[in-house]
């Protein structure tokens, strides 16, 4: 991945605030306050949701962001025109999103499988590097997490409240002894990535720091710093049952190297390098396979216990950020900033089953429902596409947006979908609910 430090101008992110200000410098202070250093932004006072929009609302009009657009000089329309001809793809590989586009498949648009629930301004989710975008989690459809600045928070949509689950601003250190963990802790940690399940939540940072967390003990588990190398960042963790049972997590690191944890006695299991960057990876179902994309076009597919090359994947034309295997642990689908997902069969390797195409960008997230009915996959920036699995991935719902795109993930059960949308003036967190059709309320209509 990039070696662009966070402190860098972005120059691959748009706030959708700012442009708007440009094109419409009339537009009144109320909707354009710039809130990235406050914890609630104007239409947040006292965590009230004046600025939520909920499904009644945009069932009779409103915007699903809240933007005012006939108080703006430019439409809706006219704007999602400028934002397709003006978003800067990050291409490490000249050109490759223009040469992917041959190889990929053309899907029905307007396909309904999730339905706008709710968009709430009172939760905003950040980013921390431009190219890394698994920060938001979900552990029931009531229960989300999610970064914010310094703070990992908890989300409830019962309640419409927040709370901080982890503030990594001023010092953490470890509240139980580990061996190897670093007792001395660590300050003011920029989180790269996130990861929770199974009520433990482990964050990577960008000096390649590790921090496990159970949710529902007090304090810190474990510290650990995966290298002191310049460039350690924690591109991803995943956290995953082994065939036994046993809980472990996995860290791909920039430093090349992929590093295996068991989270009962926090000791480092297995250390693998690779030529390239580890930028993501994702263990099968059945914990055979482990799929393994980084700073490479090819991807791998690897014995977790060994390390051992089994398999490779060629066809994406640049460097790969995203991946994750459907349940049936037969196929499994690649994400990269030639804009296209890939998806594969292990079985033959030597094609891909399917190449889907992103509108804006690279695409840098992956999620499977746990039914594999549905797959998601996010854009830098503005789309999350969700496909019937069932039908090729020839059908689609584009759920469209402004802004850029801090996460996705859906519920365990798959009846929510959350996306956390960063923008200094209208980031928030989109919500969406399974579309069920209940033929026999018909009559009731």
Not at 222 to 234: E, G, K, L, M, V
């Amino acid at each position: 991945m990039s070696n662009l430090q966070p402190e860098d101008p972005a120059p691959y992110m748009n706030h959708v605030g700012d442009q708007m200000q440009e094109v419409h410098d009339g537009l009144d202070d109320d909707f354009h306050g710039d809130a990235w250093d406050s914890d609630v932004d104007e239409f947040d006072y006292s965590n009230n949701n004046i600025g939520d929009t909920s499904a009644a609302q945009a069932r009779k009009g409103k915007d699903i962001q809240g933007i005012p657009w006939a108080r703006l000089s430019i439409t809706r329309d006219q704007y999602r025109q400028t934002r397709l001809e003006q978003y800067r793809n990050y291409e490490n590989v000249p050109s490759s999103g223009d040469s992917s586009k041959k190889d990929c498949m053309v899907t029905k648009k307007g396909a309904l499988f999730y339905d706008f629930w709710r968009n709430s301004r009172s939760i905003k989710s950040s980013i921390i590097h431009f190219q890394l975008r698994n920060l938001v989690w979900a552990t029931s459809k009531h229960d989300v997490y999610l970064m914010s600045n310094f703070l990992v928070n908890h989300y409830s949509t019962l309640t419409s409240r927040k709370h901080e689950v982890l503030n990594v601003h001023g010092h953490v250190s470890p509240s139980e002894k580990h061996p190897g963990s670093l007792l001395e802790g660590f300050t003011k940690i920029q989180v790269s990535t996130l990861a929770i399940r199974d009520k433990i939540l482990v964050a990577g940072g960008f000096q390649g720091e590790i921090i496990c967390k159970h949710l529902d003990r007090p304090g810190v588990s474990f510290c650990w710093r995966t290298s002191y190398d310049d460039n350690a960042i924690t591109n991803a963790v995943e956290i995953y049952n082994k065939p036994s049972g046993a809980l472990h997590f996995t860290a791909s690191n920039n430093d090349c190297g992929l590093r295996d944890f068991d989270m009962e006695s926090y000791q480092l299991v297995n250390y693998f390098r690779f030529p390239w960057p580890v930028n993501h990876t994702s263990l099968s179902p059945d914990g055979k396979l482990l799929a393994i994309v980084g700073d490479n076009p090819e991807g791998l597919l690897v014995d977790p216990n060994t390390g051992k090359t089994l398999g490779t994947v060629a066809g994406h034309l640049d460097f790969s950020f995203a991946s994750a295997w459907h349940p049936d642990g037969l196929t499994f689908s690649t994400g990269n900033q030639d804009k296209t997902c890939r998806v594969w069969d292990v079985r033959n390797l030597s094609k891909s089953v399917a190449v889907l195409r992103g509108n804006l960008g690279a695409i840098r997230s992956i999620r499977y429902t746990s039914d594999g009915k549905y797959m998601a996959i996010a854009e830098p920036a503005d789309f999350v596409h969700v496909y019937d699995v069932s039908k090729g991935y020839e059908t689609e719902q584009e759920i469209d947006f402004f802004g850029e795109i801090s996460g996705i993930s859906f519920s365990p059960d798959t009846e929510a979908l959350f996306i956390g949308v960063w923008d200094r003036t209208y980031g928030s967190l989109l919500e969406y609910g399974r579309h069920h059709n209940y033929s026999y309320l018909d009559s009731y209509l």
